[in-house]
């Protein structure tokens, strides 16, 4: 069992849901982003997900667009999201997953790519455009080098899809909460309980649900009928709003400590 996997496990006996939260490497820099992760880490969340910025984002809504654009004016690359996950690394053993597109990917080199995250402490990946059919090679490189894979499974995939999807992941099961993009929303589909049960019927992997989980109510609706709650745009804003460095990581310390604390209910 991979130490994903571990972290939903461990949570089960408690009956405690797990707290996905995303942060996109470089915003406001690069250097902030390690101590954003660490509080974030040190705040209650489970598993952090570092977003790579990319400039032609397939899934994001405008929050994410907008940080992942700042970031790269801020001058974040690749390499430079790698040496920031390895400055993390030294500070907490919060389990990491890199999300981006795959075309970052290809450019950097699959195997290069895998190589470096599993150096600087990645536990898994998630390539949130790359289809589980095109997937064989992509899984069998992050297999190799012992990194879990993560994939979307959305309201709308089709039965076939929704099995290969659950068959190429090692790490958990991403259920999309509604078609579209990424943003903070103010209420849950109505069908999410019949969404995540559909997954379930064809997997025993963790399943955890984001897209527009904004609240530590919705947070704590979601861990009721998944195993947990992936939040990322609302964090995005409050980096993004904040008016200096003090004041966003105690905003983020209050926010994420509010949705920890969701997962327990």
């Not at 101590?35 to 209650?44: F, L, Y």
């Not at 400039?55 to 790698?82: H, M, N």
């Not at 600087?120 to 490189?141: H, R």
């Amino acid at each position: 069992m991979n130490s994903i996997q571990q972290t939903f496990a461990s949570n089960r006996p408690a009956g405690r849901g797990v707290l996905v939260v995303y942060v996109t490497a470089g915003d406001p820099s690069l250097e902030e982003t390690v101590e954003i992760v660490t509080t974030v880490a040190d705040s209650g969340a489970d598993i952090i997900e570092l977003g790579i910025p990319y400039s032609d984002p397939l899934a994001d809504g405008p929050t994410i667009q907008g940080a992942s654009q700042r970031a790269l004016e801020a001058g974040a690359t690749i390499q430079g999201v790698f040496d920031c996950a390895a400055q993390i690394r030294e500070r907490t053993s919060i389990p990491l997953v890199i999300m981006t597109c795959y075309n970052p990917i290809l450019q950097f080199g699959p195997e290069t790519f895998v190589q470096e995250a599993s150096k600087v402490g990645i536990d898994g990946i998630l390539a949130s455009d790359l289809p589980p059919s095109e997937a064989e090679q992509w899984c069998a490189v992050a297999a190799e080098y012992e990194l879990s894979t993560v994939f979307l499974v959305a309201p709308t995939t089709p039965p076939q899809r929704v099995a290969r999807a659950v068959e190429c992941t090692t790490g958990f099961v991403y259920a999309v909460a509604r078609p579209g993009v990424t943003g903070a929303r103010d209420e849950l589909p109505e069908d999410l309980k019949d969404s995540v049960a559909r997954i379930r019927q064809v997997t025993d992997l963790p399943i955890a649900v984001g897209f527009g989980i904004s609240t530590p109510q919705q947070v704590a609706a979601v861990c009721e009928i998944a195993d947990g709650a992936i939040v990322g745009s609302a964090v995005v804003d409050i980096i993004a709003e904040a008016s200096n460095h003090e004041a966003r990581l105690q905003q983020v310390s209050r926010f994420v400590s509010a949705l920890a604390a969701a997962t327990r209910q």
